[in-house]
């Protein structure tokens, strides 16, 4: 087992071992959760602290779900209630929640490197739920985790990510965790979404669909991050779907055993049709299930991981 991490900030400073350490220990917690009795005391006696100061459905409730089956004390900390409105700063928040002997705090937040910022001014572990257009490890990790499950193995597989890849923090991570285990990832959309500069991180980029997912064992699609982007990347909406939309014609054109991936939430016949959405090679919403079983795995080797996760009953 390699991990001796406090935080869990990025994917980009991990390492291939620790990844794989992850999505080793998660396939532990999964065996937990198909057992009539799905809690375990790993976490017992610590407090976890939920900081999402941006919406969100799928790692806000698995993050939840996976704290209460590690034992923990859980606070959800709601932006909307809390004195964020009367002007405090996140650095006081979190100052507040230290003094309350937060012993992790979970953050989401619309600016990119808030959670480096926390780790380094509160003794508490961070875990990083998603910064603005930087990094959503846990996302990467647990879609990782699933193409494993899947697939058998990440290393040699040709994954397409299509869509919005520069206002995306679920591309980044991903690049680095998929690239990082061998993955050959390959990068789609159009070009004011996808500029060459990708390169830079080991995977290629191409503006040609029909090229991206013929070889593809993973098509990987991203919605439009329209909350982020400051200006019109493309005409219109209507035109990004037909240049760009998984449909059924570009679908015929893929490997029968291609599957189809998307971090949610998704915009159903926008880059997805809807029926591709919930088809037999669609691994949507597996993505989300196993997302409870890598939050758990993240919080416990956090937590310093000294007991096995079939034993921590
Ligand atoms: N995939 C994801 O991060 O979804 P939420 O924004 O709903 O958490």
Not at 140 to 166: C, H, P, Q, S, W
Request: charged share 25%; aromatic share 6%.
């Amino acid at each position: 087992m390699s991990w001796h991490r406090k935080h869990l900030l990025d994917i980009e400073s991990l390492s291939a071992e620790e990844i794989l350490t992850v999505l080793d220990t998660a396939r532990g917690f999964k065996a937990v959760g198909e057992r009539a009795i799905k809690k375990v005391p790993a976490l017992r006696g610590k407090t976890v602290v939920n900081l999402f100061v941006e919406p969100s459905t799928r790692t806000r409730i698995s993050f939840e779900l996976a704290e209460q089956r590690l034992s923990a004390d859980v606070i959800n900390f709601s932006t909307e209630a809390s004195s964020f409105k009367k002007g405090e700063t996140l650095k006081d928040t979190a100052k507040n929640l230290e003094a309350l002997n937060a012993d992790f705090i979970i953050i989401r937040h619309s600016a990119s490197g808030a959670p480096h910022f926390l780790s380094r001014v509160v003794n508490s572990s961070i875990i990083n739920a998603g910064d603005g257009a930087h990094e959503h490890p846990t996302q990467a990790l647990l879609d990782a985790f699933t193409i494993r499950e899947r697939k058998g193995k990440i290393a040699g597989l040709n994954v397409t990510i299509l869509g919005d890849i520069l206002y995306s923090r679920v591309a980044r991570s991903n690049i680095w965790a998929l690239t990082k285990l061998g993955a050959k990832v390959t990068l789609c959309g159009p070009s004011t979404l996808v500029p060459k500069t990708f390169e830079q991180m080991g995977c290629r980029v191409t503006h040609d669909v029909d090229e991206a997912l013929r070889e593809a064992d993973i098509i990987h699609l991203l919605r439009i991050q329209h909350e982020r982007q400051r200006k019109t990347m493309f005409p219109s909406i209507g035109e990004y779907t037909s240049l760009f939309g998984l449909n059924k014609a570009r679908l015929a054109k893929t490997k029968p055993d291609a599957l189809i991936m998307h971090p949610g939430p998704i915009n159903r016949g926008v880059e997805i049709d809807s029926e591709i959405a919930d088809c037999e090679r669609s691994v949507i919403l597996q993505q989300v299930t196993n997302g409870l079983a890598v939050r758990m795995a993240v919080l416990y080797l956090v937590n310093g991981g000294k007991v096995a996760p079939e034993a921590a009953v």
